[in-house]
């Protein structure tokens, strides 16, 4: 059964930094590319980053690129994401993802963590 933990949202203040941290458990992690999305209030997920399993080569959302940066450990079994320069409107539920090697989505997500960015 793959499982998925977010942690490391919070309340911060513009222009702070956060790091969140997705730990998977239940397949075998260096095989599989990962990503973070996002959820706004009243809105559908949205793509914020990816890494893929071989290269750990990353590509992002235009809003993010230069002040966020996914990473993974494969010995942890874990993705990162590190958020520098946080803005209001990032604020939004953030969730880890597993997609195949294709770059779709497999329907195993991460219970989310709340990140909240005041003005």
């Known amino acids: 059964q793959v499982q998925l933990v977010e942690s490391g949202g919070g309340l911060v203040q513009t222009g702070a930094s956060l790091r969140l941290s997705c730990v998977a458990s239940?397949?075998?992690?260096?095989?599989?590319?990962m990503a973070w999305f996002r959820q706004f209030p009243g809105k559908g997920r949205e793509f914020v980053a990816r890494?893929?399993?071989?290269?750990?080569?990353?590509i992002y959302t235009d809003s993010v690129k230069g002040r966020f940066t996914i990473s993974r450990d494969n010995a942890k079994n874990t993705v990162y994401l590190q958020m520098n320069s946080l803005k209001p409107e990032d604020t939004a539920v953030y969730y880890c993802?597993?997609?195949?090697?294709?770059?779709?989505?497999?329907?195993?997500w991460g219970q989310g963590t709340q990140v909240t960015v005041s003005s």
């Open positions: 993802a597993v997609l195949t090697p294709g770059g779709s989505e497999t329907g195993y």
């Open positions: 239940g397949l075998t992690f260096s095989r599989w590319n």
């Open positions: 890494i893929r399993y071989a290269t750990e080569t990353a």
